[in-house]
């Protein structure tokens, strides 16, 4: 016969709360692995030159974040974009 364990609500919040923690510990861990690249970085990775990187970012296309002089852009984002714009083969077989 199965064992039934009653659980009080003080345990159901501390459970919560200890769920909650280590929720945040995995959404800060991969904040903090996110890559930036630099523009011409970014030029390179999407072989493109740096009017049409001028360009999405005009546009509002692409994501960047500007610290002093420099605009970086993240590597995530980058990837979202590419996979939101690809274009699908039909499979001819």
Do not use: P
């Amino acid at each position: 016969m199965a064992k039934i364990d009653i659980v009080s609500k003080n345990d159901f919040d501390e459970f919560k709360k200890e769920i909650m923690q280590e929720l945040k510990g995995v959404v800060e861990d991969k904040a903090r692995n996110v890559q930036w690249l630099k523009s011409s970085e970014t030029e390179s990775y999407l072989g493109i030159s740096s009017g049409t990187l001028k360009n999405l970012r005009n546009s509002r296309s692409i994501s960047f974040s500007k610290l002093g002089g420099t605009l970086y852009y993240n590597m995530n984002d980058i990837n979202k974009i590419l996979l939101a714009n690809m274009i699908h083969c039909e499979d001819e077989s």
